[in-house]
């Protein structure tokens, strides 16, 4: 069996793993792309993270090589943050149901 390491993020067949996470955790995925998504799902949240972690890692270099970004930027994108905190909120207050829309994998992305 090809091990994980031999492959780009993006290449290579699927192989199966197990993950621990809480069961409400799972039964918001669940709800919202229906047990048949929940793959894709999961993998398209990985892959953000990924992202995430990355530029994480430029935005530390940039710092350390230009400095922190003024306080005006900084809460600017506080600001940013806020609003999108708003907005998940307001979506787990409402979660979907299983069944109410089909899920898109390319939306996860």
Do not use: H, N
């Amino acid at each position: 069996m090809d091990t994980p390491a031999e492959y780009a993020p993006d290449e290579g067949p699927a192989q199966k793993v197990s993950v621990s996470m809480p069961a409400g955790r799972i039964a918001a995925v669940k709800a919202r792309v229906g047990a048949r998504g929940f793959s894709a799902y999961i993998s398209a949240a990985v892959e953000r993270q990924i992202q995430r972690d990355l530029l994480e890692e430029l935005l530390q270099a940039k710092e350390s090589e230009i400095g922190p970004p003024s306080p005006e930027i900084q809460e600017w994108a506080a600001e940013i943050f806020r609003e999108a905190e708003g907005l998940a909120a307001q979506e787990r207050a409402e979660p979907a149901r299983e069944g109410d829309a089909e899920w898109d994998a390319r939306k996860a992305g």
